[in-house]
T-cell receptor, first 110, second 118 residues
Framework: EDQVTQSPEALRLQEGESSSLNCSYT??????LFWYRQDPGKGPEFLFT???AGEEKEKERLKATLTKKESFLHITAPKPEDSATYLC???????????FGPGTSLSVIP | ETGVTQSPTHLIKTRGQQVTLRCSSQ?????VSWYQQALGQGPQFIFQ???????GRGNFPPRFSGLQFPNYSSELNVNALELDDSALYLC?????????????????FGPGTRLTVL
């Protein structure tokens, strides 16, 4: 069965302290892996789509990478405004649904 | 460009009642998906509509149903509400150019409707 897990569940960083979030997935034929950012009480905001192992994408302080079993969201020199829950989602070969992970709650302390 | 909007923002219902949630897709988008997000969890896929027909469904019972209208706005209907239906309901729209494939490159989410069932 297709599955997505994320670690850590919560992460607390000092401003400027770089780190990585992990998304591990089990899916029959990955068609796409997606990263979203979600602020409390709001809808998810799209960040990246990755399609194949070895692919990387960057946006400001964020960089997403993909292997055959997992994806990492690297955060370089984070700022307090980067505090949010980061969600990972996958689409498998069946194309019939998107599966989200539980998310990682990131807090960046000034 | 108009983003995805949802109404109402908050809703309180009692067990056994029925509820209708509404979504207006982003301008130019032809596909809409609905998700249920319980507190502290990731969104769970309910179903997707493309050109007014359901073309993908998650593990939700038939009392969850939907509609998509010619202007690409959408409704989520839930009958016989249960306490566990309390959640944030999210609508996401996208432009599908592959003739009904479930997921195109980018889904844009609305702000959600917070449903509380007492």
């Amino acid at each position: 069965e297709d599955q997505v897990t994320q670690s850590p569940e919560a992460l607390r960083l000092q401003e400027g302290e770089s780190s990585s979030l992990n998304c591990s997935y089990t899916v029959s034929g990955l068609r796409g892996l997606f990263w979203y950012r979600q602020d409390p009480g709001k809808g998810p905001e799209f960040l990246f789509t990755l399609y194949s192992a070895g692919e990387e994408k960057e946006k400001e302080r964020l960089k997403a990478t993909l292997t055959k079993k997992e994806s990492f969201l690297h955060i370089t020199a984070p700022k307090p405004e980067d505090s949010a829950t980061y969600l990972c989602a996958v689409l498998g070969a069946s194309y019939d649904k998107v599966i989200f992970g539980p998310g990682t709650s990131l807090s960046v302390i000034p | 460009e108009t983003g995805v909007t949802q109404s109402p923002t908050h809703l309180i219902k009692t067990r056994g009642q029925q509820v209708t949630l509404r979504c207006s897709s982003q301008s130019g988008h032809n596909t809409v998906s609905w998700y249920q997000q319980a507190l502290g969890q990731g969104p769970q896929f309910i179903f997707q509509y493309y050109r007014e027909e359901e073309n993908g469904r998650g593990n939700f019972p038939p009392r969850f149903s939907g509609l998509q209208f010619p202007n690409y706005s959408s409704e989520l209907n839930v009958n016989a509400l249960e306490l566990d239906d309390s959640a944030l309901y999210l609508c996401a729209s996208s432009l599908d150019l592959a003739g009904g494939r479930v997921y195109s490159d980018t889904q844009y989410f609305g702000p959600g409707t917070r449903l509380t069932v007492l």
